[in-house]
């Protein structure tokens, strides 16, 4: 594949303003699909289970087989659609979306089209220095999702070059919820940066309803990125791609940025953009062509015949709208302010995606401070090195318990360290580990001055230059001593002995 061309980000933004709009689809996590009794298991059952084993003949479109509607997924729907300020439409209709779906065995998708059921609504998105950008919402609609296609035998995994392909419907008929944004204006330089905060504020929108575990790199949460871009003072649209399925908040805002630079080159070159989707590819940070994109008349849309309009009494409405949490934007800011963090150190973790994990610490007992120092430091690290998300390695009732024992003086920093390693090993709770590697600081003043004792024993030019005055050089029997221990042992305390035994 030929690299494109790219235009420096700056210089394409002095020739063209950015046009954005986004398709966030949305998995939700009710027990059975959207239109058949079939299962659909939390993650990590879904992952684990054999090909074509989560299904129902509605899943293979089998014929005689009737749809019936999820009224879980219609509750979580409506619930989305209030979140996102969307009104709630008296009726709605479900629509086929005929296609060539090859992982859909009935050859087409039961949709929503023209009878949404939540319509006109207004999401805030914070970016990272506070400013506040409003995301219109057009519409956001039920509809079920595609299995799952294995291309066999070529050198990509992609279906070019492949021998043969294998499908699994395991996941056709899970219900999902898109949302879909109107024309985004106004953005500029900051266009990547809104494409990667929209898809958080989803996230985060979704995670609090409880309706979804939104996580992109599962597939729970999907974004569709259309970019289009238009010469300064030109009233007409450009053309616009729309990159699928980007599956990280980073890729998003890369891959937002990549299309501004390819599209911006085209252009300066006399060329035309082609209305199309296109591929993101995480290892080189690019877009690749896939098809024409369609509009909605090829489509075909047309009433599902089987199944009635959805007419959710206003008294559900009501309800669900009062259950309603709190929006991601004021729960940030009031958190901010319990919390006592300036912006930079909240930065860290609400860019992290962190917030909800440092929350459930601090509920477990540890302190804001000492929370985000654990989340945002050693846990990340580790995370980062093993390439494996913070929240699968520790849980924050165990970090709220290992931090309890560095203010018992059971630990130090640096033993408690080495506990957390041995509970994201599986060795047990931050008690269990100190337990079984005897970790605890040496707390016995006895064993600590016998150590200290020989040290200075074996630094008379040391003990005598602390006699002297010099109190620093107690650093060399202080390292002495620590090294003794195994790291078992307060400095602190450490250093009030020697200065004591010294001046015996």
């Not at 009031?334 to 609400?350: H, I, K, N, P, S």
């Not at 440092?358 to 985000?372: C, F, M, N, Q, Y």
């Not at 008379?460 to 029997?477: E, F, N, R, T």
Request: contains cysteine.
């Amino acid at each position: 594949m030929a690299t494109a061309k790219l235009m420096d980000f700056d210089k394409a933004l002095e020739l063209y303003e950015p046009v954005l709009g986004f398709e966030v689809h949305v998995e939700l996590n009710t027990h059975t699909k959207m239109f058949s009794d079939a299962p659909n298991p939390a993650n990590e059952l879904y992952h684990a289970a054999e090909p074509n084993t989560l299904i129902a003949p509605v899943d293979l479109g089998l014929p005689g087989s009737l749809p019936v509607v999820n009224e879980t997924a219609i509750r979580s729907s409506i619930s989305l659609g209030l979140a996102l300020g969307c009104s709630i439409a008296p009726s709605s209709r479900f629509a086929r979306k005929n296609y060539f779906y090859p992982d859909l065995g009935k050859n087409y998708q039961i949709s929503q089209y023209d009878e949404p059921i939540a319509f006109e609504g207004s999401v805030e998105v914070e970016l990272e220095d506070g400013t506040i950008v409003q995301i219109p919402i057009e519409r956001a609609h039920m509809e079920e999702d595609a299995g799952k296609l294995t291309h066999m035998g070529g050198a990509t995994g992609r279906i070019q070059g492949a021998e043969y392909s294998l499908v699994d419907y395991n996941r056709a008929g899970v219900p999902l919820v898109e949302i879909v944004t109107k024309t985004i204006f106004g953005t500029e330089h900051r266009a990547p940066e809104v494409a990667k905060a929209y898809v958080a504020t989803i996230r985060d929108i979704v995670r609090s309803l409880g309706i979804s575990e939104a996580r992109l790199e599962r597939g729970n949460l999907r974004c569709d990125a259309n970019v289009s871009l238009r010469p300064r003072g030109q009233e007409k649209l450009g053309t616009r791609t729309e990159t699928k399925n980007v599956n990280s908040m980073r890729s998003v805002e890369r891959a937002v940025r990549y299309e501004i630079q390819r599209q911006a080159q085209i252009l300066a070159d006399g060329g035309t953009i082609t209305q199309e989707t296109r591929h993101w590819h995480e290892d080189t940070g690019t877009t690749s062509p896939g098809r024409p994109k369609s509009d909605a008349d090829d489509y075909r849309y047309f009433p599902e015949p089987d199944l009635l309009p959805v007419e959710p009494a206003a008294e559900l409405i009501d309800a669900l709208r009062a259950e309603l949490p709190e929006q991601p934007v004021a729960r940030r800011r009031r958190l901010m302010a319990e919390w006592g963090f300036t912006d930079l150190e909240f930065q860290d973790v609400r860019n992290g995606g962190l917030l909800e994990v440092v929350e459930a610490t601090i509920a477990a007992g540890a302190t804001p401070a000492t929370a985000r120092k654990w989340w945002t430091g050693e846990i990340t690290r580790l995370a980062n090195s093993q390439e494996k998300d913070v929240t699968e390695l520790v849980s924050p009732e165990n970090v709220a318990a290992l931090q309890k024992l560095v203010d018992a003086g059971t630990l130090t920093d640096k033993l408690a360290r080495q506990v957390l390693e041995g509970v994201i090993a599986g060795e047990g709770t931050p008690q269990e580990v100190v337990d079984g590697r005897g970790l605890a600081v040496v707390s016995d003043d006895g064993a600590l001055i016998a150590a200290i004792d020989d040290a200075l024993a074996a630094q008379p030019d040391v003990l005598a230059k602390i006699k002297d005055g010099k109190v620093q050089a107690a650093g060399a029997v202080i390292g002495a001593v620590m090294k003794a221990m195994k790291g078992q042992a307060d400095a602190a305390r450490v250093r009030e002995l020697v200065l004591e035994r010294a001046a015996q």
